[in-house]
């Protein structure tokens, strides 16, 4: 049974609170076509490929016509200079990959990794609606994975909020759940056989259980598509407290972590930063668009900012592909 509100906020979330989201989210645009300050613009520009085009006929050049569009074969054949028209595209498929696996159940401050990715989820799931596109989702945990096929109807969104909702309810402590780090690959594959080209692929998720296999699956998306990571992260796995202790909890029970000792807290940290490079590679290896997503802040606010809805900033780069990494800390 789905919790139409969430048990416990920041912990868990509920089918009504990413309901709301769908006017939260109004200036958010994962979409191409970005203000110019935005991290999709400069470098990345080239890569969005926005709206494909259909054949619609040959007809004969006229004054004004693009050069590029003439078919040289049928102008040879017929003597006359005839062009290639085409049609824009009326939609456009987007593929959400959404995280709600067990590594994904981490907060220290306002809400779970799985909550911000929820939270992601469906605010990009309303403005691919919104702007008349196809919508589809790949929702995993570590032992399951939903796939809702891409269509452009507001029973398509709910449909997709709603099996995010049930993962992410099921999490817990002491409820049996075993870390499965390569339901990320197996969700990665669902996705290339769903999006063979021109989609919009967003991957929402702390990229537990990234290898060479994911990259090489990102790229072969990114080479016929556009992909964006969301990187879903949380300040306390990067910089542990000097306490002895740490207390952690899923709203019902809770445990006591040791991470005073000094080899206990390199491990996380060290573990911690390599898995974040290796996902900020694919914007210098591939070219992909790393963002940057906190579960410390909240989560429409991000998007705005890493979106392009803030004011410029002025810095190297244009793209911002480095201040996304800066804001990780």
């Known amino acids: 049974m789905i919790e139409t509100s969430a048990k416990t906020p920041g912990v868990y979330v509920g089918l009504d609170d990413l309901i709301a989201l769908e006017y939260r989210g109004s200036k958010v645009s994962f979409l191409p076509r970005q203000p110019v300050h935005s991290l999709l613009s400069g470098r990345f520009a080239s ?28 102008t040879a054949r017929l003597q006359k200079p005839h062009i290639r028209v085409f049609n824009e595209e009326r939609d456009r498929q987007a593929v959400l990959l959404v995280d709600q696996r067990l590594s994904m159940f981490f907060g220290s ?14 605010i990009g799931a309303w403005r691919v ?8 989702a790949i ?15 507001r029973a398509n969104v709910l449909q997709i909020l709603s099996a995010i909702v049930l993962q992410n309810q099921a999490l817990g402590v ?10 990320l690959n197996r969700a990665l594959e669902h996705a290339q056989r769903r999006a063979l080209h021109d989609a919009l692929v967003i991957v929402i998720s702390d990229f537990d259980g990234a290898d060479d296999a ?25 910089d542990l407290p ?21 080899s206990v807290r390199k491990s996380i940290s060290e573990a911690t930063e390599e898995r974040l490079k290796g996902v900020f590679a694919l914007t210098h290896e591939l070219g992909i668009p790393v963002l940057p ?15 392009g809805a803030m004011p410029a900033r002025h810095g190297r780069g244009g793209g911002g592909g480095h201040s996304a990494e800066a804001t990780l800390g």
Request: proline fraction near 4%; aromatic fraction near 2%; avoid cysteine.
């Open 47 to 74: 890569r969005m490929r926005g709206r494909g085009l259909n054949f619609e006929e040959i007809r004969d050049y006229r004054p004004g016509d693009d050069v590029r569009s003439i078919d040289w074969k049928v």
């Open 109 to 122: 401050r306002l809400a779970m990794k799985s909550v911000t990715a929820a939270q992601a989820a469906a």
């Open 293 to 307: 997503l906190s579960a410390a802040e909240e989560t429409p606010a991000q998007l705005r900012r890493l979106l």
């Open 174 to 183: 002491g409820r049996g759940l075993v870390s499965a780090p390569a339901m």
């Open 129 to 136: 609606l919104g702007v008349g596109d196809r919508v589809g």
């Open 214 to 238: 994911t990259r090489k699956m990102i790229g072969a998306m990114a080479q016929h598509n556009d992909v964006v990571a969301l990187l879903v992260h949380d300040p306390l796995q990067s």
């Open 242 to 262: 000097p306490s002895a202790r740490m207390t952690v909890t899923d709203g019902e029970l809770q445990i006591r972590l040791e991470v005073g000792r000094d």
């Open 139 to 153: 929702v995993f945990n570590d032992r399951d994975l939903v796939e809702v096929r891409a269509r452009r109807s």
